[in-house]
Each structure stands twice: as structure tokens, then as C-alpha cells.
Nanobody
Framework: QVQLVESGGGLVQPGGSLRLSCAASGSIFSIYDMGWYRQTPGKQRELVTMSTSAGNTNYVDSVKGRFTISRDNAKNTVYLQMNSLKLEDTAVYYC???????????????WGRGTQVTVSS
């Protein structure tokens, strides 16, 4: 069984910072992409940032220069450092990973349960 467990969400004032973490555990043979999505009520889940196994990263335009994704492959963990937070960053943030499990031939998408980030004065 595979789990992605997020932590680090919370309430922060505009201009503040938060750091999200997501640890993958289970019968994992290899991790390909890891990243973060976010969703607000009534809207589709949107990609915030992705880190590929090749070391490439991409960001949605609205967070460029403010958010930074990083990975610790030894710990199967991905981080999201969020600086200069804005009201519009308020959302549930979901961890994502494309994982190849032991004994499998195909990698599949896995999701965390989400962590709430609220930016408010």
C-alpha cells in the first residue's frame, strides 16, 4: 500500500511563508514525477509545480519567483517552499507522485489527501 502524507499547511498572513512537505511510503520501486496541485471550492484542481526525475521543474505563472519545489529522493519526500504568500494562494494543496511499485511494470499516479493553506489578514 502506498501513502502520500502531506504536512505544513496552516494559516498565514499575506506576505508570509509556509513550507509544505509530502512523504511517500510503501512498496515503492521508483519515483518519477513529484509535485503539487491546489484546488479552491468550485474550481478545478490546478498544477502548481512539478519536479521530474530528470531534475526539471516547472511552475504555474502565478507562483513563479515565490514558490520553490525541492526533493529529497533518499527520503521519498517533496517540499514546497511558499514565500510572499497572497490571498489568492488560499487553497487545499495536494501532493502528487508518479510511482512504480515493486512487482509492477507500469507507473501510476498517486495523490495525498491534501493540506489546507489559508492566507488571511
Amino acid at each position: 500500500q502506498v501513502q502520500l502524507v502531506e504536512s505544513g499547511g496552516g494559516l498565514v498572513q499575506p506576505g508570509g511563508s509556509l513550507r509544505l512537505s509530502c512523504a511517500a511510503s510503501g512498496s515503492i520501486f521508483s519515483i518519477y514525477d513529484m509535485g503539487w496541485y491546489r484546488q479552491t471550492p468550485g474550481k478545478q484542481r490546478e498544477l502548481v509545480t512539478m519536479s521530474t526525475s530528470a531534475g526539471n521543474t516547472n511552475y504555474v505563472d502565478s507562483v513563479k519567483g515565490r514558490f520553490t519545489i525541492s526533493r529529497d529522493n533518499a527520503k521519498n519526500t517533496v517540499y514546497l517552499q511558499m514565500n510572499s504568500l497572497k490571498l489568492e494562494d488560499t487553497a487545499v494543496y495536494y501532493c502528487y507522485a508518479k510511482l512504480l511499485l515493486w512487482g509492477r511494470k507500469v507507473a501510476y499516479d498517486y495523490w495525498g489527501r491534501g493540506t489546507q493553506v489559508t492566507v488571511s489578514s
